[in-house]
């Protein structure tokens, strides 16, 4: 039980309301509008929506450390990305990813490992 409230914890990185406290400084950093950004948002969430229905069944297939750690590091890597990112494609990556290995894959984890 402990796990899952650490791995929900962990969640948070890529949950709307810790985009939404950096929402002024993306913005600024690429030059883009508030609908520009909502846009490039949510069509990524689609997407992470989508591929979790793919990659989400690993859970049941490999062991939950491995599964954990590949998620975990691909969190690590996405957050790099958005942090470093000087281009905007190099920025949507990280979103991408923060999105779906953040909130999708450890929130899934988080509730199948309950």
Do not use: K
């Amino acid at each position: 039980m402990l796990f899952s409230i650490i791995l929900t914890l962990f969640s948070s990185v890529g949950q709307s309301y810790f985009f939404g406290v950096y929402n002024l400084q993306i913005r600024e950093a690429f030059d883009i509008t508030n609908t520009q950004f909502g846009s490039l948002y949510g069509a990524l969430t689609m997407t992470s929506a989508f591929v979790l229905m793919i990659v989400g069944p690993l859970i049941d297939r490999i062991s939950l450390p491995l599964y954990i750690s590949g998620v975990l590091v691909t969190l690590c890597i996405s957050c790099i990305l958005m942090g470093t990112a000087t281009a905007f494609w190099l920025f949507t990556i990280g979103l991408f990813l923060t999105r779906f290995a953040g909130q999708g894959l450890i929130g899934h984890a988080a509730s199948t490992s309950l």
